[in-house]
Every structure is written in C-alpha cells, then in structure tokens.
C-alpha cells in the first residue's frame, strides 16, 4: 500500500469516529427536554434519535461535495481537490483533513466530558481551519469570501453562532409566554399529557433534521478524501457506502446517548415543564428549518440552547441558571480556536515527522491516546440513564451523578 | 460591512418567520388543549370544589381542528427537510406550497 492509501484510511476512519461523536454529542439538543420531562424514557428517546437521525441521513440525496469550502480553500468550487494538493497522490489534502478531524474529535469530546454542549460543525471547522493555517498559510483559509453573498469564516461561522441563540431564544420565549397564557386555567394533569405529545412531535422534527444536516458533511469530507487519492472521480454522487456507513455511524452515535450534555440541557439550564419543552423544541425546529431554508443553517446546538433558555425566560417564575448558561457561551466561543489549534498542532507535528506515513500514524495514535484518557477520566464519575434526570443541585449524596454535579459547578475555567 | 448588511437582511428574516412558526405553532398546540379541556369539561379544567363544568362537545370539535392544523404544519416541516435532501426547495410564491430545484 502507498502512503497515499494508508493516509485516506486513516482519514475514513477518524472521519467516520468523528461522525459518531457528533452523534453523541447533539442528541441532548432534539431529546434533553424529553427526557427531562419524562415524555419519553431515557432509553426510548435516544433511540428515536438516533433511527430519525439514520433515516435523516439516508434521505440526504444532494452531495454535500463542498462542505470545506465554506472555511478553507482545499477544494475548487466544483468539490474537486486543489491540484496544487495533490502531490505525492493527494496525500498533503489528506494530512490536512486529518488533522483538521482529529481537532474536531478532541474538542467534541472535552466538552462531553465537561457536560457542555458546543457545535460539533464548528469543531470541525475549527480543527479544519487550523490545519489549513498551519499547512497552507493564512491565504488559505475563506475568511470572508469576496462579499458578493454570505460566506467565510466570518459569515457562516462567528456571526451566525453570536446571533443564533438570541433569535432561538426569544421565539422559544414568545411560544412559552403564550403556551402558558392560553393554558391558564386548565388543570396541570391535563396539559401535561397533551404537552408531552407535542414535545414529542417536535423533538422527533428536530432530530430528523439534524441527520439531514450533520451527516452529510462527514459524508462530504470522507468523498473529498477519496476524490484527492484517486478512488473516486463523480463530483455528482458520493459512493453508497460512504453514504451508508456515515449515516450508521452517526446514528449510533446518537443511539448511545450523550448522557453528560442530556443532563445539562435537560436539568442544569432551566427546570423544565412539558409546555415549556413544546415551546422550545417547537421553536428550534422551526428555526433550524427557517434558517437553513434561508439559506444561513444555524448551528443546532446553539439553536436548542437558545431554545431551552428562551423556554426558561418566557415562564414567569421559572428557575434558569445563568451560570451555566454562561460556561455554555464561553464553551461555543472557544470551540474555534480551540479545535483549530489542536488541528494546527497535529498537523506540525505530522510535518515534523516528515509529513507522510509516520506522522499520520503518530497524531491518530495520539487521538487515541486523548479519547482513552477522557472516556476513562468520565467513568469516575459517570452519567447514564439511571440518573441523568437526578436533582441538578444534588441534595442527595447518594446521587450517582453528584460528582458530575459538583465538577460542573466548580469547573468555572474552561480547559483551552 | 458589506457581510454584516447581508447577515442582517437573512437573519431579520429568521427571526420574523420564526417568531410566527416557532411562536406561533407552540401557541396554536396549546389553544387546542385548551379547547379540548373545554370540551372534556370535569376535572380538566379549575373549577371551584364540588361544581364540576360541563362537556363541551363544540370544544372537542375545534380542538380536532386545531390539532388537525398543527399536524398539517409539521408534514410541511417534513417536506422541507426531505425537499432540501433531493436538492429540491419548497416555494411558497403561489399560496400552497410547491416543489423546485435549488
């Protein structure tokens, strides 16, 4: 096998490993209130999640060849590589993209252990605009595109993740001010059983659009691979099992449940009540399908968020704690540079190793020494189904998730 | 500049749709439940001990109604997300919505 070959495996698997992540890592923003509310068992909703999210995957026909474009300059317009990459059988992109993919997995996995709910395409794009930095420069990297539209990674990135939880927030706000107007006077054991219905239709929405927008772009980074070592040329349709495999991937990614964030969103946010879930599921959904049908696709995770704080401020009397709220923010700004810098680092070190073979195999040795150390580092104080809907502030000490609790609470400094 | 004048011409945009969507939508859910508990009448609604309401069945009528609205807006959320997967986009120039490539 060539350099070339054993580098675009390495990129499939990390790529399809960073699939899974971000499968795990956004269940919490369709089934968190759910969940909370009790409208759906822990179990039951992550499996939802993650069968709409296969079905939402499979139902994306359009080629997503060009999801890089948005950030950095790898590819032409048409999704073929940029020739200039393509020395030594493509194998500088492929470096690029993997130390791009491994910034991405770091990042989403140090805010799951710290129970944070960050963009998993920002992570992406972050690692991805490091790698590029360090690889080709400043010049390669779309910082802006050329004002003629929406472009960059000031127009798709920074401006819409500052502005996305605001618009999320204030609909959810609006919906649960009204939800709660209009209910007055009906008793509580009644809405509640409806409430539940709803939460549930607009969380299965909200799902089945994530795996229309987020496996997709693995899909395209995994294509864009084959494209630049020479497997595959049709810049019109990506191979099946690319499609298939990405869409397994962050289904069971989903499945497995991102328990960590699930109860941060559910239970450390806002005291959620079934009308309150309604109206913010509702109002992610309809954002989330606004915007991209818009043609600006705000982050989900900064949607739901939005959402669920939007839901906290609309009800009258309704506990929020801004604390977390504000870790949260600090997490999502932060997600670029730091994943951009891991990806800028791996892709030094890589160079320094000589750029081809042994680099590669030494930062994905290194990814994997990271995700051992942090999956370990989460089972001293796990959270799982058992008590992912435990009192958030932990009055009793036998609570399972009581040190997840205080780590939360203490950790006020984020890890860059 | 230019950037942020166009970021601003989509994201009034989202914020108006959404807020009748995405408020709205929510709004409507719970005018239905409303008008369900009228119609369900008892213990459904608050009411003063020992005087339990009447069913309404007007109020069962209109809470169908309403819910039959709401699942109607969901199938058309439905579409667009499937529309947008086949490269297709949902118009909505003639009143009822139509399909058409990107």
């Known amino acids: 096998m060539t350099t070339a070959t054993v580098l675009l495996v390495l990129v499939v698997v990390v790529a399809l490993a960073f699939d899974f992540t971000n499968g795990f890592h956004d269940t919490a923003n369709a089934m968190a209130t759910s969940i909370a509310t009790g409208a759906l068992t822990p179990r039951v909703a992550v499996v939802l999640c993650g069968v709409l999210n296969l079905v939402g995957a499979f139902l994306s026909v359009e080629v997503a060849l060009t999801v890089t474009n948005a950030v950095v300059k790898i590819q032409t317009s048409d999704g073929l590589p940029r020739p200039e990459l393509l020395t030594g059988g493509g194998s500088d992109l492929l470096l690029i993209v993997l130390a791009g993919l491994i910034g991405g997995i770091t990042w989403n996995l140090l805010t799951w252990l710290l129970g944070l709910p960050s963009s998993s395409s920002h992570a992406l794009f972050g690692g991805l605009i490091g790698a590029t930095l360090a690889g080709l420069g400043t010049s390669g990297v779309n910082w802006n595109g050329d004002g003629s539209k929406i472009d960059g990674v000031i127009g798709k990135v920074v401006l819409p993740a500052l502005m996305s939880p605001f618009i999320a927030g204030l609909v959810a706000a609006l919906g649960t001010w009204l939800v709660y107007r209009i209910t007055a006077g009906v008793a509580a054991r009644f809405t509640e059983k409806g409430f539940r219905w709803g939460q549930i239709g607009s969380a299965s929405l909200v799902s089945l659009a994530h795996g229309t927008n987020d496996a997709q772009k693995t899909m395209g980074v995994i294509t864009l691979g084959l494209i630049a070592s020479g497997h595959w040329t049709d810049t019109e349709n990506i191979p099946f099992w690319v499609k298939a495999s990405c869409a397994i991937a962050i289904a069971a990614g989903t499945s497995l449940g991102g328990w960590r964030i699930i109860r941060t969103l559910g239970k450390g946010l806002v005291e959620i009540t079934p009308p309150q879930g309604l109206a913010a599921e509702g109002a992610s959904g309809a954002v989330i399908l606004i915007s991209s049908h818009l043609g600006l696709p705000l982050s989900t995770t900064h949607v739901a968020t939005g959402s669920i704080l939007g839901s906290g401020v609309g009800r009258p009397g309704a506990v929020v704690r801004w604390p977390v709220a504000v870790r949260m923010v600090a997490a999502w700004l932060i997600t670029l540079p730091a994943a951009g810098l891991v990806g800028a680092l791996t892709w030094y070190v890589a160079d320094l190793l000589g750029g081809g073979l042994l680099g590669a195999l030494v930062i994905t040795g290194f990814l994997v020494a990271v995700s051992t150390a942090m999956f370990l580092h989460s089972r001293k104080a796990p959270v799982h189904p058992g008590n992912v809907n435990a009192e958030w502030d932990g009055a009793n000490p036998d609570d399972p998730a009581l040190p997840a609790v205080q780590a939360l609470q203490t950790e006020q400094h984020l890890p860059a | ?102």
């Open chain 2, 1 to 102: 500049m230019h950037t942020l004048y166009l970021e601003w011409q989509a994201i009034w945009k989202i914020l108006v749709v959404g807020l009748i969507l995405g408020g709205g939508l929510p709004a409507l859910f719970a005018l239905g439940i409303r008008a369900m508990a009228y119609g369900t009448g008892g213990d459904a609604e608050d009411h003063p001990a020992g005087v339990l309401p009447a069913p309404h069945p007007v109020g069962r009528a209109l809470a169908y109604l309403i819910f039959a609205l709401v699942l109607l807006a969901v199938a058309l959320g439905i579409l667009v997300i499937v529309a947008s997967g086949f490269g297709k986009e949902v118009s909505f120039a003639d009143v009822y919505p139509t399909l058409q490539d990107k």
